[in-house]
């Protein structure tokens, strides 16, 4: 069974750094498609940034320049470096994958993170 387990999250300062990692495993496939979402309280859940199975990245406009996803292929993972947080960025960070070789895709449990002076 496809697993999804996003860590990294937690409580930072404005103006600092975390980087999300959203680890795969439960299949011999890579991951293909990858996004970050993220969910504030009272809010709907919007799309932060994504990475196609060719490498190609695109970003909401709110965190362009400030984010940037990536992907590891030993071990299959994809991450979220979140620079210049601001409390705006505080929700649940969410990450989605579709794998090669499968069809739909699998979201992780969500990582909480928190800006806050």
């Known amino acids: 069974q496809v697993q999804l387990v996003e860590s990294g999250g937690g409580l930072v300062q404005p103006g600092e750094s975390l980087r999300l990692t959203c680890a795969a495993s439960?299949?011999?496939?890579?991951?293909?498609?990858a996004a970050w979402y993220r969910q504030a309280p009272g809010k709907q859940r919007e799309l932060v940034a994504s990475?196609?199975?060719?490498?190609?990245?695109t970003y909401t406009d709110s965190v362009k320049g400030r984010f940037t996803i990536s992907r590891d292929y030993a071990p299959n993972a994809v991450h979220l470096q979140m620079n210049s947080l601001k409390p705006d960025d505080t929700a649940v960070y969410y990450c989605n994958a579709a794998f090669k070789g499968l069809g739909g895709s699998s979201w992780g449990q969500g990582t909480q993170v928190t800006v806050s002076s």
């Open positions: 990475i196609s199975s060719d490498d190609r990245t």
């Open positions: 439960g299949t011999m496939f890579g991951i293909g498609y």
